[in-house]
Antibody, heavy 114, light 112 residues
C-alpha cells in the first residue's frame, strides 16, 4: 500500500520560494503520475499540478507559471517549488499519487507571512 | 476550466437514512476512450481526502458498498444508502477529463 509524507518549511516569507518534498513508500516514483493539491484554511481543494518520471507535467494555469513539480528517483521522492509566495498561498499542501489523486499524504500547513 | 457545481452544500442526515449529493459539470466528462472521469472523495474532519468512487461508479478499495455513484455526461450523483457516524465530513467531486483537474465546492455532511 502506497504511503506519502510531505515535508518542508511550515513558514515562508512573502516573495520567497516554497519547496516541499513528498517521500513515497510502497511504490516506485518512476511508475506513476504524482500530483500536488492545496487547501486554503476553511476552503475547498485546488489542484496545483502533476508530473511523472518521464517529465510529462501539467500545471494549473491559475498559478501563472510559478510552479515546478519534479521527480527524484534516487530518493523515491517528488517535489513542489512555488515562487513569489504571497499570503494567499497560505494553505495545507497535499501530495498524492496520480494525476487524478488516488492516495493522498496527510498534508502539511504552509503559512506565508512577512 | 471545467466547473463542477455540487448541491446541496450542506446536508444533515439521521443515522440509517439515505443521503444524496449532486455534481453537475460545465461540460461533458466523457472521454474519447469511452470512460467518464468523475471521482468522489470524502474528507473527514482533520484528515486528508480519501477516494471513494472513481470513473463515476467504481468503488475504490475498502469503500463500503453503502456508497454508490451514478450519472453520465454532465450530471452525477453520490448516494449513501444508510448514513453512519463515520460518514461525517466534506464530500468533493473531481473531474479527471481535462487539465487542470478541478473540484466541486464540497458538500458538508453531518449527523442529526
Amino acid at each position: 500500500q502506497v504511503q506519502l509524507q510531505e515535508s518542508g518549511p511550515g513558514l515562508v516569507k512573502i516573495s520567497e520560494t516554497l519547496a516541499l518534498t513528498c517521500t513515497v513508500s510502497g511504490a516506485s516514483v518512476s511508475g506513476y503520475y504524482w500530483s500536488w493539491i492545496r487547501q486554503s484554511p476553511g476552503k475547498g481543494l485546488q489542484w496545483i499540478g502533476s508530473t511523472n518520471y518521464g517529465g510529462n507535467t501539467n500545471y494549473n494555469p491559475s498559478l501563472k507559471g510559478r510552479v515546478t513539480i519534479s521527480v527524484d528517483t534516487s530518493k523515491n521522492q517528488f517535489s513542489l517549488r512555488m515562487n513569489s509566495m504571497t499570503a494567499a498561498d497560505t494553505a495545507v499542501y497535499f501530495c498524492a499519487r496520480g494525476a487524478t489523486p488516488f492516495s493522498w499524504g496527510q498534508g502539511t500547513l504552509v503559512t506565508v507571512s512577512s | 476550466d471545467i466547473v463542477l457545481t455540487q448541491t446541496p452544500l450542506s446536508l444533515s442526515v439521521s443515522p440509517g437514512q439515505p443521503a444524496s449529493i449532486s455534481c453537475k459539470s460545465s461540460q461533458s466528462l466523457l472521454h474519447s476512450d469511452g470512460k467518464t472521469f468523475l471521482y468522489w472523495y470524502l474528507q473527514r474532519p482533520a484528515q486528508s481526502p480519501q477516494l471513494l468512487i472513481y470513473e463515476v461508479s467504481s468503488r475504490f478499495s475498502g469503500v463500503p458498498d453503502r456508497f454508490s455513484g451514478s450519472g453520465s455526461g454532465t450530471d452525477f450523483t453520490l448516494k449513501i444508502s444508510r448514513v453512519e457516524a463515520e460518514d461525517v465530513g466534506v464530500y468533493y467531486c473531481l473531474q479527471g477529463a481535462e487539465f487542470p483537474r478541478t473540484f466541486g465546492q464540497g458538500t458538508k455532511v453531518e449527523i442529526k
